[in-house]
């Protein structure tokens, strides 16, 4: 019980965060769209509070972010994003989770797999709904978008989560683990 408190207390923190952060890049917005600032407090609860957390951080961010703020906008961007947030926070926080040693390389890993994954996940929610609305969501659409435009955000998350994971892990407050998790042994006991 207290760990879900501690959870739920460090998510809502997550998102408040991902409400904030798009302020400081938010006044260029070809700047904001460069850094994705709201993937950071994502991924990062993805990491801390566990997959759950992540993915549904990741999800109600950008529609509550639209809701409060009118940004993004909703139809498809905010939308695609709230997929593509979610897959990041369950990606990571499902992988780092199961990961057999919880240490930079793994984080490395399980970062890179889940930005692929929700640039993939993205992907697919655009062509779905600008399929819905009669527009098409061409390959270089998709490459400039998830790719090349966020080259900035995506060398900035690899550089400040592994450095925020590596404080809090100096500090106690979320150490590295270099043991199997129960659930991994159990499965390879049976």
Known sequence: MKHNI???TMAAMFLALGLVLPFFTGQIPQIGSMLLPMHIPVFLCGLICGWQYGGIVGFILPLLRYAIFGMPVL???GIAMSFELMTYGLVVGLLYGISRWQCIR???RCL???MLAGRVVW???QIILLGLSGSAFTWQMFMAGAFLNAIPGILVQLILIPAVMVALN???LVP???VQPA???AERDS
Request: aromatic fraction near 12%; proline fraction near 4%; hydrophobic fraction near 50%.
């Open 170 to 172: 100096r500090t106690g």
């Open 106 to 108: 793994a984080l490395y």
């Open 75 to 77: 139809f498809p961007n």
């Open 123 to 125: 992907g697919a929610a």
């Open 183 to 185: 659930a991994v042994r």
């Open 6 to 8: 501690k959870n739920m």
């Open 176 to 178: 590295f683990r270099k």
């Open 112 to 114: 890179i797999a889940a």
